[in-house]
């Protein structure tokens, strides 16, 4: 992946350095705005997470199916738990993806590199949910 798609971002604070390594050792990742084209950098993060041994939950209700598996059009309609959401979507539709997550149980929301929410963070925060934002989950994983 080239760096303009997971530059690398300040040290993080404590609060946040706990929160990641909660959510790294999560492994069922449900990854909302999951593209089904190889050249994306959603696409690439989910396939690196899943060789690792991880569980990928396409969440995109624009696609059937991304790297053989089935897409979900919401977190709403994901059966099971889900430990970390890893969200591709732009920051206007973070606060909806943040309240989705809340509604579905899921314990951490991981905004990726580029991405930040006021809005989001603060539902997250007030949820009790771990929350991370402008990181990349594959660059964090792989410095693990």
């Excluded at 099971?80 to 890893?86: E, Q, R, S």
Aim: hydrophobic content about 40%; glycine content about 6%.
């Amino acid at each position: 992946m080239n760096e303009q798609a997971c530059p690398l971002p300040t040290p993080p604070g404590p609060q946040e350095k706990a929160a990641m390594e909660r959510m790294l050792a999560g492994r069922r990742i449900a990854v909302v705005g999951l593209s089904d084209d190889p050249d994306r950098p959603s696409y690439e993060v989910a396939e690196y997470l899943a060789s690792i041994g991880l569980e990928i939950i396409p969440v995109n209700p624009k696609c059937d199916q991304v790297l053989g598996k089935k897409c979900y059009a919401s977190l709403r309609d994901v059966p099971g738990t889900i430990d970390v959401v890893d969200v591709f979507r732009r920051a206007e539709f973070c606060p909806e993806v943040v309240r989705d997550a809340i509604a579905a149980g899921v314990k951490g929301v991981w905004l990726q590199s580029g991405i930040r929410s006021p809005q989001a963070m603060q539902l997250a925060r007030e949820a009790g949910l771990d929350y991370v934002e402008n990181r990349c989950l594959k660059v964090e994983h792989a410095r693990r």
